[in-house]
């Protein structure tokens, strides 16, 4: 994005502008979110380990408020790992 560009094949003006706004949500979402203490303590109990692997690209709009939340729970327990890879470039 630093570059005027998006992630993906495609490199259209409109993904471009996607991945400038998305950035601008997610960083907000990352501001912004307090999750409740019930949830924080349900996370925090889970014991298991877990992956979550995320196919994405930076124009997509469902990533901008998932994203944030699923690094947020991330923080909160180090039993759950999230990993983000470019759908693009697996196909």
């Given at each position: 994005?630093?570059?005027?560009?998006?992630?993906?094949?495609?490199?259209?003006?409109?993904?471009?502008?996607?991945?400038?706004?998305?950035?601008?949500?997610?960083?907000?979402w990352?501001?912004?979110?307090?999750?409740?203490?019930?949830?924080?303590?349900?996370?925090?109990?889970?014991?298991?380990?877990i992956?979550?692997?995320?196919?994405?690209?930076?124009?997509?709009?469902?990533?901008?408020?998932?994203?944030?939340?699923?690094?947020?729970?991330?923080?909160?327990?180090?039993?759950?790992?999230?990993?983000?890879?470019?759908?693009?470039?697996?196909?």
């Open positions: 994005m630093k570059e005027g560009k998006s992630t993906g094949e495609d490199a259209k003006e409109t993904y471009v502008n996607y991945t400038k706004l998305n950035a601008k949500r997610m960083q907000r990352d501001k912004t979110l307090k999750l409740p203490e019930t949830a924080v303590n349900t996370i925090k109990s889970f014991q298991r380990k992956n979550w692997l995320v196919l994405t690209e930076s124009w997509c709009g469902d990533a901008s408020p998932a994203l944030p939340i699923m690094n947020k729970i991330t923080e909160i327990n180090p039993n759950i790992t999230l990993r983000i890879i470019l759908r693009d470039e697996h196909p």
